[in-house]
């Protein structure tokens, strides 16, 4: 897999209308909201690396698959309603890495990793999360994605 350049977008699926509805708000309204534990992770427990896909890489057909497969995954889901989508120059930026790692079922797989002693509690690592929410824009799965 080719290295991931600072062009690309990763994205988040998101499996609650919930998260749909805060995502699809102006910034503004979504900045400091209480989601970003739902958004990003677990809420058991602070999260070194963020799991992502490299969105520029794929077409809507395997998005909205590969989210439906994962859907019995993913507790109370019923579908998959889009993707949060973030560009990997604003991910990577303060100390943070975007590097590939394909997964048996997500060759386009990649995470975001948080700087070393910045994810030891959700206090340290939400810091990375609201800027996530910030510079994040969301894409419903009716489309449009990239083609591949």
Same mark, same amino acid.
Request: charged fraction near 30%; charge should be negative; glycine fraction near 6%.
């Given at each position: 897999?080719?290295?991931?350049?600072?062009?690309?977008?990763?994205?988040?699926?998101?499996?609650?209308?919930?998260?749909?509805?805060?995502? *699809?708000?102006?910034?503004?309204?979504?900045?400091?909201?209480?989601? +970003? /534990?739902? %958004?990003? @992770?677990?809420? !058991?427990?602070?999260?070194?690396?963020?799991?992502?896909?490299?969105?520029?890489?794929? *077409?809507?057909?395997?998005?909205?698959?590969?989210?439906?497969?994962? +859907? /019995?995954? %993913?507790? @109370?889901?019923? !579908?998959?309603?889009?993707?949060?989508?973030?560009?990997?120059?604003?991910?990577?930026?303060?100390?943070?890495?975007?590097?590939?790692?394909?997964?048996?079922?997500?060759?386009?797989?990649?995470?975001?990793?948080?700087?070393d002693g910045e994810w030891e509690t959700w206090e340290d690592g939400e810091v990375h999360l609201r800027h996530f929410l910030a510079i994040g824009t969301w894409q419903d799965r009716a489309g449009p994605l990239a083609s591949s």
């Amino acid at each position: 897999m080719d290295a991931v350049r600072d062009d690309e977008r990763v994205w988040r699926d998101v499996y609650h209308s919930r998260q749909k509805k805060h995502l *699809d708000r102006p910034v503004e309204e979504r900045r400091f909201n209480s989601e +970003t /534990k739902t %958004v990003f @992770g677990t809420r !058991k427990a602070p999260i070194k690396e963020i799991s992502t896909s490299l969105y520029d890489r794929v *077409d809507l057909e395997f998005a909205t698959s590969a989210g439906d497969h994962r +859907t /019995k995954q %993913v507790n @109370g889901a019923t !579908k998959i309603y889009g993707w949060f989508l973030m560009p990997v120059y604003e991910a990577a930026t303060n100390n943070r890495l975007v590097e590939s790692s394909p997964q048996p079922d997500n060759c386009y797989h990649a995470n975001i990793v948080l700087p070393d002693g910045e994810w030891e509690t959700w206090e340290d690592g939400e810091v990375h999360l609201r800027h996530f929410l910030a510079i994040g824009t969301w894409q419903d799965r009716a489309g449009p994605l990239a083609s591949s």
